[in-house]
């Protein structure tokens, strides 16, 4: 989605390492959400964001954190306490109830 | 507790034949469902929603999705497919109580091949 700009798009993690990936929009939707998709399992809420300087955990949220400073802005920190990090990370807006949400092309993470 | 199922892995289908992906949901209340499609190593794009009004949505690209509330299901449908269809179709509704109203809940995707 040309709106919405994750990166980077390959991100390697060695053992202990915290790392961060980038999610920017220019939509100006209110609404932001961070997704872990693994093979044949969909794809998983980490955290989400409704509004500036407020996030709540989603189904899988330990091991990650998040910050919402900016409306155009949500980082997504994978920390070492995630044991398993390897996946592929994918960001989405929204902007009104009852709209779809909108997705970043993803950022995929491997450890070393 | 909100959940969407895909119960077919991977759906085959030739060329020009008509193709459906199945979905079937539990939600309280009512149901704001949607399909995506994802491309290999992209993200989701949105194919199409239901919300409320008429049971069958047309979507992009001439894909199209019936709701059945007796049934609870939201099967995806194309007329005749192209081989560009191939690709991986995701099934999602949106949670509408309280706290959690704006939570989505995907299904497992439905990898759709189509042969020449």
């Known amino acids: 989605d040309g709106g919405i700009t994750q990166s980077p798009k390959y991100l390697f993690r060695k053992e202990g390492q915290n790392v961060t990936l980038s999610c920017e929009q220019n939509?100006?939707?209110?609404?932001m959400y961070w997704y872990r998709q693994d093979p044949g399992q969909g794809l998983r809420l980490i955290y989400y964001?409704?509004?500036?300087?407020?996030?709540q955990k989603g189904d899988i949220a330990e091991g990650y954190s998040v910050s919402r400073e900016k409306k155009e802005s949500f980082p997504l920190t994978v920390t070492s306490a995630q044991k398993n990090p390897t996946a592929f990370y994918l960001c989405?807006?929204?902007?009104?109830?009852?709209?779809?949400?909108?997705f970043g092309d993803g950022t995929r993470l491997s450890i070393l | 507790a909100q959940s969407v199922a895909q119960p077919e892995d991977q759906v085959n289908v030739a060329e020009g034949n008509p193709l459906t992906v199945k979905c079937t949901y539990s939600?309280?209340?009512?149901?704001?469902l949607f399909w995506y499609v994802q491309y290999p190593n992209r993200g989701l794009q949105f194919l199409l929603k239901?919300?409320?009004?008429?049971?069958l949505v047309k979507g992009s690209y001439g894909f199209e999705a019936e709701f059945n509330k007796s049934q609870t299901s939201f099967h995806l449908k194309k007329p005749s497919a192209l081989v560009s269809d191939s690709a991986l179709y995701f099934c999602?509704?949106?949670?509408?109580?309280?706290?959690?109203?704006?939570?989505?809940?995907f299904g497992s995707g439905t990898k759709l091949n189509v042969k020449p």
């Open positions: 989405a807006t929204r902007d009104r109830a009852g709209q779809p949400q909108h």
């Open positions: 939509l100006n939707h209110d609404a």
């Open positions: 964001s409704q509004i500036v300087n407020d996030f």
């Open positions: 939600v309280s209340g009512n149901p704001y």
């Open positions: 239901y919300i409320t009004g008429d049971n």
């Open positions: 999602a509704v949106r949670d509408g109580r309280g706290d959690n109203f704006n939570k989505f809940y």
